[in-house]
């Protein structure tokens, strides 16, 4: 059984921060890729950022500049620092992650629940 717990989420002015953190658990054998999605009311859900185990990242074109994502692959767990954000961020933020669960089974996608980011204008 895998877990993804996102945490982070909240209301903030424009032009303000948040850091949002996702933390995988129970049996995880590798942990390749991790991202963040976000999805806004009545829009689909988009990819925000992405890293590799490796550490190479990869960007939305709208949160370039703005967005950073990092992991600590000791604690399993992918970050995602947001500064100067607009309204327009306002979405709820999804951690994914592609990992292989033992060495016999082959790699799936993982999702969490979801955290609320709000940004008011």
């Known amino acids: 059984q895998v877990q993804l717990v996102e945490s982070g989420g909240g209301l903030v002015q424009a032009g303000g921060s948040l850091r949002l953190s996702c933390a995988a658990s129970g049996s995880i054998f590798s942990l390749n890729t991790m991202a963040w999605y976000r999805q806004a009311p009545g829009k689909q859900r988009e990819l925000v950022a992405a890293?590799?185990?490796?550490?190479?990242?990869n960007y939305a074109d709208s949160v370039k500049g703005r967005f950073t994502i990092s992991r600590d692959n000791a604690k399993n767990t992918v970050y995602l620092q947001m500064n100067s954000l607009k309204p327009e961020d306002t979405a709820v933020y999804y951690c994914g992650a592609n990992l292989r669960s033992t060495w016999y089974t082959t790699e799936g996608n993982y999702w969490g629940q979801g955290t609320q980011v709000t940004v008011s204008s």
């Open positions: 890293i590799t185990s490796g550490g190479s990242a």
